[in-house]
């Protein structure tokens, strides 16, 4: 008896938030997983490294890996066009690209899956009311197993809709070419270059 009661203590946790928010934003149409790399040329490096994650956690982001080259982040999903243009403040941008993984079929799996779990789960407490102690032992192990699998489809299910919410991006660095402008003779102030050197110089002689 000690179980059940358990039992219904789990369960009643499972329903205790419905509609949960995850329910809520399950059930929108968007279901892209975005992802953005790109390769900026910069002067400074670590300081540009720091901007970016700043520009991301301005948006509500995050970074996950900072190395010598190179930065990845998370940003909202709806916030990345405007986190790409901040961008180009920062650097020279040579490189980038784009590409989407639509896990509409995996969420949809998912929540059917988990919608039919808990209504076998209804269903076992109701058996648990009119059963006989032998089978009231059976039903119960039944329920623990299945509170079990509804866990971990929720938590394979919050997973998928994070991967929704958040694009993730890669910003990769790139030293700019500081090479010194060929002489071309002239001097950049242009009272020099009206002078005639030639003449000034043999006066001197």
Not at 5 to 12: E, N, R, S, V
Not at 39 to 62: C, F, N, P, S
Not at 114 to 143: G, H, N, P, W
Not at 177 to 198: C, H, K, Q
């Amino acid at each position: 008896m000690k179980l059940f009661i358990l039992c219904a203590a789990l369960f009643g946790m499972l329903y205790a938030n419905e509609p949960s928010a995850l329910d809520s934003t399950i059930r929108t149409t968007a279901s892209l997983q975005q992802t953005a790399n790109l390769v900026l040329e910069v002067g400074d490096r670590d300081d540009v490294a720091r901007k970016t994650i700043a520009h991301a956690e301005a948006l509500g982001g995050y970074f996950l890996d900072w190395d010598e080259w190179s930065v990845t982040l998370h940003v909202p999903a709806n916030a990345l066009p405007g986190y790409l243009l901040s961008l180009d403040s920062l650097g020279h941008k040579v490189e980038q690209s784009y590409s989407t993984d639509d896990l509409g079929a995996q969420l949809q799996n998912l929540q059917a899956s988990i919608d039919s779990r808990r209504k076998l789960l209804d269903e076992y407490f109701t058996m648990v009311k009119s059963s006989t102690v032998a089978q009231m032992q059976t039903v119960e192990r039944a329920i623990v197993d299945l509170i079990a699998q509804l866990e971990r489809d929720e938590g394979r299910l919050r997973l998928l809709q994070s991967k929704v919410d958040e694009a993730q991006v890669q910003v990769s660095f790139r030293f700019q070419d500081r090479t010194l402008p060929t002489p071309t003779g002239e001097s950049p102030f242009a009272w020099i270059n009206r002078l005639n050197l030639v003449e000034h110089r043999e006066s001197f002689r």
